[in-house]
């Protein structure tokens, strides 16, 4: 019989007596348990289910990357989420995720999603010339209403080009924002499932996912229709076969897909543009020290701004697996059917692997012998983001162009964090901008 060896274990009843707290904001309460117990610990998640929460690298990259074979996502997403979204790459697990993995991956190479720039640049233009009436009003707005309608526009016009009207886009847009709102409630409030269940909100929001579908649906069977082949994402699923059959995917995948590119897709990056902003704008030096570069420079530190942000502000700030066979782990021997709380931006402020980890320094990055085994911005082992490469360009050509045409002046002097199923601003990123004459 095995004798297991856990980590430290959180109280249940503490747990309990801040179950409020945690559903607005887990944070706090991760980083003091954190604190006390150190950088592994065991905990009951919800009250009810025991679980295991880390922020050590080492122990990450045994769960992701050297033992990954021995885990899977766990059901709060293979299941819970995957009612909502369906099983695309996001959502699936085991020999369908793979087979899926293989079959969209080439897509996403890094040479195929450079061809997409030309459509995310245009989406852009047209973000800035809107934001050149706010500058000539002085108009203060929401930077992450902005980011978050300009990514979604992104992800629409790279996967369907020129497909999707102006209504549906808008109503996608609502549903999609609906649908993630409640599945992080389902998620933080299991003993709230009966409830939930009950009075129908499980069927409705099921239903919103629906209709979801319905609008994708309508563009594919109207791209099928008329044999187009314009060069988006979408004609890239459309053209994906399966190596073992020389079949492509039937249109309920398609749809799977093409919804998980819009949930994970425009999300992370919104929120990870607004924080970039937000940071620019607490740290208006760093601001001017990139528009007073040269162009190789400017990249340079473009680029390392992002990081920054992303560490700071992780959008995939938490990941999860599951345990398909006991496993040692650091010095821990852990039972089959544990589940495993990945703490990314836990690990990415942890003291031991970052100096002054709380500190906005781009400059870090600079540094040929920084340790970067703490830093995961995209995950980690086979299922790294499939739309690493997507992110990083759009990011740079969104980033590269705000701060090649403005000075921003932040008019929200503390925004704090909401973790959704994404890191998101719970304020608004109030900003004011000013032509910039600099560059």
Avoid at 167 to 172: D, K
Avoid at 259 to 281: D, P, Q, R
Avoid at 337 to 345: A, D, N, P, Y
Wanted: proline share 5%; hydrophobic share 40%.
């Amino acid at each position: 019989m095995s004798t297991y060896k856990l980590p430290p274990i959180a109280s249940r009843i503490k747990f309990l007596l801040h179950a409020r707290q945690f559903i607005h904001n887990p944070i706090p309460i991760i980083e003091g348990t954190l604190k006390l117990l150190g950088p592994t610990y065991t905990f009951y998640m919800g009250g009810l289910e025991k679980g295991v929460l880390t922020i050590d690298p080492v122990a990450v990259k045994h769960v992701l990357q050297k033992n990954h074979r021995a885990y899977e996502k766990s059901a709060i997403v293979t299941d819970l989420l995957a009612k909502y979204t369906g099983r695309g790459l996001l959502t699936s697990t085991g020999d369908y995720w793979l087979r899926q993995r293989r079959l969209i991956q080439p897509g996403f190479h890094k040479r195929r999603i450079e061809s997409l720039q030309s459509l995310m640049k245009a989406e852009v233009d047209a973000c800035m010339e809107r934001w050149a009436d706010f500058a000539k009003s002085s108009t203060v707005f929401d930077a992450y209403a902005e980011m978050n309608h300009l990514t979604f526009r992104i992800v629409a016009k790279t996967l369907f080009t020129t497909s999707l009207e102006e209504n549906g886009l808008l109503q996608l847009s609502e549903l999609i924002s609906t649908l993630q709102s409640f599945i992080v409630k389902e998620v933080r409030q299991p003993y709230k499932r009966w409830w939930f269940s009950l009075t129908g909100t499980i069927r409705h929001h099921i239903d919103l996912a629906a209709g979801a579908r319905d609008i994708i649906r309508q563009v594919i069977i109207e791209r099928r229709r008329h044999n187009e082949h314009p060069d988006d994402l979408l004609s890239m699923l459309l053209e994906s076969k399966y190596e073992d059959t020389g079949l492509g995917m039937n249109d309920e995948q398609l749809i799977d897909e093409c919804l998980i590119l819009f949930v994970a897709g425009h999300e992370t990056s919104a929120n990870a543009l607004s924080w970039m902003i937000y940071m620019l704008g607490k740290h208006p030096e760093e601001m001017m020290r990139i528009q007073q570069a040269d162009l190789a420079a400017r990249e340079s530190r473009i680029r390392n701004v992002i990081n920054e942000t992303m560490r700071l502000y992780p959008p995939a700030w938490v990941v999860d697996r599951i345990s398909l066979d006991d496993d040692h782990v650091l010095d821990y021997h852990l039972p089959k059917g544990t589940v495993w709380i990945i703490f990314i931006r836990g690990m990415h402020r942890n003291p031991k692997y970052w100096d002054q980890p709380d500190q906005f320094n781009p400059d870090r990055w600079n540094d040929p012998q920084l340790n970067k085994e703490a830093y995961m911005p995209f995950g980690a082992g086979p299922r790294l983001c499939i739309g690493e490469h997507f992110a990083m360009m759009e990011m740079e050509l969104i980033l590269s162009e705000i701060v090649r045409l403005w000075d921003i002046n932040l008019i929200s002097k503390v925004v704090t964090e909401k973790p959704l199923v994404t890191l998101r601003p719970l304020e608004k990123v109030l900003i004011r901008i000013t032509p910039n004459f600099v560059c």
